[in-house]
């Protein structure tokens, strides 16, 4: 609609309707709160082995992408917040990476939450002795097409 308006034919674009049809009820709820949300932390819950002498260190990812947006979104199936987050990077409205070379925040509050929502807390009491985790902090951008295909499609809170 927006390209048929001639004041607003600059923020849309022909691939909107693509991105559109290619959202779940519950990303689209998703992307609303992206839009409304002024910060966007997240968490990756690195699994590591304490190493016995001579060996190695490594990790593997416990969580990728946690974050409390699906429940601020109020989603159907919250739990699939981090999938619902991958399918929106891949549609290029958001970018979320994963791992050290990540932005984070400055202020650490905004994490808070995050290390200490009862999902990791019971994830943690679940490990064993020779286990130990790390959290890495960073948070979710919404990309220049992402922002434009927000100001397009989506209406800014205090108006609805």
Same mark, same amino acid.
């Given at each position: 609609?927006?390209?048929?308006?001639?004041?607003?034919?600059?923020?849309?674009?022909?691939?909107?309707?693509?991105?559109?049809?290619?959202?779940?009820?519950?990303?689209?709820?998703?992307?609303?709160?992206?839009?409304?949300?002024?910060?966007?932390?997240?968490?990756?819950?690195?699994?590591?082995?304490?190493? !016995? &002498?001579? #060996?190695?260190?490594?990790?593997?990812?416990?969580?990728?992408? *946690?974050?409390?947006?699906?429940?601020? +979104?109020? @989603?159907?199936?919250?739990?699939?917040?981090?999938?619902?987050?991958?399918?929106?990077?891949?549609?290029?409205?958001?970018?979320?990476?994963?791992?050290?070379?990540?932005?984070?925040?400055?202020?650490?509050?905004?994490?808070?939450?995050?290390?200490?929502?009862?999902?990791?807390?019971?994830?943690?009491?679940?490990?064993?002795?020779? !286990? &130990?985790? #790390?959290?890495?902090?960073?948070?979710?951008?919404?990309?220049? *097409?992402?922002?434009?295909?927000?100001? +397009?499609? @989506?209406?800014?809170?205090?108006?609805?």
């Amino acid at each position: 609609a927006n390209a048929m308006d001639k004041n607003k034919v600059q923020k849309a674009h022909p691939s909107f309707v693509n991105v559109i049809s290619e959202l779940s009820p519950d990303e689209a709820r998703l992307v609303q709160t992206l839009f409304d949300e002024e910060v966007l932390p997240k968490i990756d819950v690195r699994l590591k082995t304490k190493p !016995k &002498e001579g #060996e190695s260190k490594g990790h593997v990812y416990a969580f990728i992408n *946690f974050t409390t947006l699906g429940d601020k +979104a109020k @989603l159907e199936y919250p739990d699939l917040t981090p999938s619902y987050l991958s399918n929106l990077e891949r549609l290029n409205i958001i970018s979320c990476p994963t791992g050290s070379f990540q932005e984070s925040y400055t202020n650490k509050e905004y994490y808070k939450d995050l290390e200490e929502h009862p999902i990791i807390l019971d994830y943690k009491k679940s490990l064993s002795e020779d !286990k &130990e985790i #790390e959290i890495v902090q960073g948070s979710i951008t919404i990309t220049d *097409f992402g922002k434009m295909f927000m100001d +397009a499609v @989506l209406t800014p809170s205090e108006e609805r």
